[in-house]
């Protein structure tokens, strides 16, 4: 994870502005360490000339159409942003000649990569340009492919065929021990099942290992390695992994798992500010993390869900978001979606105020991203 979009919708310059302030306020960027906040603003003239005494601009990039950076007075106002830490994108770009200040273009690719900014791409080689709006996986490969370092779309939901016809004996030896855990079976099955993969025994003496767990005693056996960590930590590292494991042809992790760990940690949040015991945090991860199987393997998420035995009011919430959970999980599918299909409403619904809400997001993203450094 490298930024973070900022989507307003249609909210004036100001407005968003104010909200970043407010985000601000509950300690975003230095709970978010080495992460930005990309905002889009149509007129740089919008943006109030003391910025950089209301928000870090180190951490933040202004994207900019093409069209409103084409006089001295705009571009004037640009330098003095980037003068002071921001970072300016270029977006809208209709021809191949752009503001010269400019270092990285943001291109909406939904449709393909257009060809009039393969030149301009050239031109600022080395920049990491944002390849916006990738609707599905051959995309983001043609944009990877076309030198985009930076990706945003729904392309995370729509993997490749390759990807959901995962290996079938991985998954399987995932899932049950996932059921080992829940039923909370003795260690030295989950050894044997651990000994019988080299990558998940890897990844385990790994993440034992990690500065996240800050572990002083050296790791020589599985079982010291699963005791370390904890049932509860391998329960939900187990659920990571069902991501994690069904890797990119890049080798990177797959763009699913950072969705479903933010759903998982925004769900758990949310129990958490409504006072839920340590079982229903546990059920509320659960829901979230588990309500992207279905686009991980390609097989409805009845199917995928029949051999981990869970709780009814789990099933419910995911299959009919019936319930606190299912209501929860509503909002917190909302969550990662463009502005214009949140509903507002479901925040009251659960008995949050806005305050509590954003608290939550934010201990969700500075999960994913503790994770996917670890990962």
């Known amino acids: 994870m490298l930024a973070l979009q900022a989507d307003f919708g249609t909210l004036p310059v100001s407005e968003a502005i104010g909200i970043l302030q407010f ?4 300690e975003i960027f ?9 905002i889009r ?3 740089p003239v919008l943006v109030p000339a003391d910025i950089d005494t209301r928000l870090p601009l180190a951490r933040v990039l202004f ?5 409103s950076a084409d006089d001295k007075d705009r571009q004037s106002r640009l330098k003095y942003f980037s003068s002071h830490g921001a970072r300016i994108v270029i977006d809208d770009i209709e021809t191949n000649a752009i503001w010269e200040g400019a270092s990285k273009i943001s291109v909406d690719c939904s449709k393909g990569i257009p060809a009039h900014v393969k030149p301009l791409m050239i031109r600022l080689q080395g920049g990491n340009h944002i390849a916006q709006n990738l609707p599905n996986s051959a995309l983001l490969a043609q944009a990877d ?3 985009f370092k930076w ?3 729904d392309y995370a939901f729509n993997p490749p065929v390759h990807n959901k016809a995962a290996d079938a004996t991985a998954r399987t030896r995932l899932l049950k021990l996932l059921g080992l855990v829940a039923r909370d079976a003795e260690s030295r099955e989950l050894e044997e099942l651990f000994k019988q993969d080299a990558t998940l025994s890897f990844m385990l003496f790994k993440l034992v290992s990690s500065a996240a767990f800050a572990q002083t005693v050296r790791v020589s056996s599985f079982g010291q390695a699963i005791n370390l960590l904890g049932r509860r930590q391998l329960q939900r590292w187990l659920q990571l992994l069902l991501y994690a494991r069904q890797q990119d042809h890049h080798g990177g992790l797959n763009p699913l798992m950072p969705r479903a760990a933010f759903r998982a940690s925004l769900m758990e949040a949310i129990c958490l500010k409504r006072s839920g015991s340590k079982d229903e945090l546990d059920c509320a991860f659960m829901v979230g993390m588990f309500s992207l199987l279905d686009k991980l393997f390609g097989n409805p998420l009845i199917e995928v869900l029949q051999p981990l035995n869970l709780n009814s009011e789990v099933l419910s919430a995911l299959l009919q978001k019936t319930g606190a959970l299912g209501k929860s999980l509503d909002l917190v599918e909302k969550a990662d979606r463009p502005y214009k299909d949140f509903t507002p409403g479901l925040i009251e619904e659960l008995g949050l105020s806005a305050d509590d809400y954003y608290e939550c997001v934010i201990t969700a993203y500075a999960w994913v991203n503790q994770v996917c450094q670890d990962m």
């Open 30 to 38: 230095s709970k978010l360490i080495g992460i930005s906040v990309l």
């Open 63 to 67: 994207s900019v159409p093409s069209r």
């Open 23 to 26: 985000l601000q306020e509950k």
């Open 145 to 147: 492919e076309a030198g």
């Open 41 to 43: 603003v149509p007129d």
């Open 151 to 153: 990706f945003s779309g």
